[in-house]
């Protein structure tokens, strides 16, 4: 009789510990979001309302009601020297607000805090890197997409593409049942000269998940960019009717509506 033949037993190129280990995301990074909440009682008041109208907007509210999306928040607030500012706040009140629902993945980069060239964690890879090593906790994914030793090298060296490609392919094996909000706060910080290209790639990528049909979960990305961007403006825009710019200068609010100045000092209102 014929020997059935062995089944050969392919060794895998990437394991996922290793995939967390070349992202080389320090420990301390995650706790951004405490920082900024802990900080946010010396943002600007004025500043303070503009957060607070774009928490009540019909656009946030219509974004946090859809299935997928995207809501790019265009000329968000100012540039300043702390590099966070009151919508940073809403940022992290978002991230807080949702860490015990397990059917919800919030995933977050504050840009402000990582702009510095030849930071450990800095720029458009840095941005990607974060969230692959965010995403990479919550559950076991198969990386057999990267089947060769280049696209294992391409990671480990931080190639803008195969990081984003990575990211996808990831994103790609959440249940449909799932939601992931991606949060990408203060992106202004990262349009420079030397970042530039690198950028237009990760919004691509990104954008492209909440209309892609390979990703079952139910995507949605959320951008404030404090200083106004035609770049990414015209980028997110491609993405027809899933993608909403606004304009944060034509949001209003009534002062009637507007909670008072002590209670947005000492924080007795939510800002989600």
Known sequence: MAKKPKLEIVPKILHQAELTSFMAIPDGMFSDTTRIIQSSARFDIEEMKIAYAI????????????????????????????????????????????????????????????????????GPKGLMRSLIAQLSVKQNFDLNFIDDQLKREEVRDHDIHRLCETFSAMAFQLPADHEVCCLIEGISWLETPSWREDLTATIAYLCYLSVDPRCQARFKLLVSCPVRSLMLTKEVKQYGEVANVVEVSSIRMTERDMPSERELREGSVRLR
Not at 101 to 111: E, N, R
Request: net charge negative.
């Open 55 to 122: 928490a009540k907007s019909t656009d946030f509210l219509e974004w946090s009601n859809a299935t997928r999306g995207i809501l790019f928040l265009n000329g968000s607030g100012k540039i300043t020297a702390a590099r966070e500012s009151s919508t940073s706040a809403l940022f992290a009140s978002l991230v807080i607000g949702t860490i015990d629902d397990p059917t919800v993945t919030v995933l977050h980069f504050f840009c402000g805090l990582h702009c510095n060239f030849g930071g450990v964690v800095s």
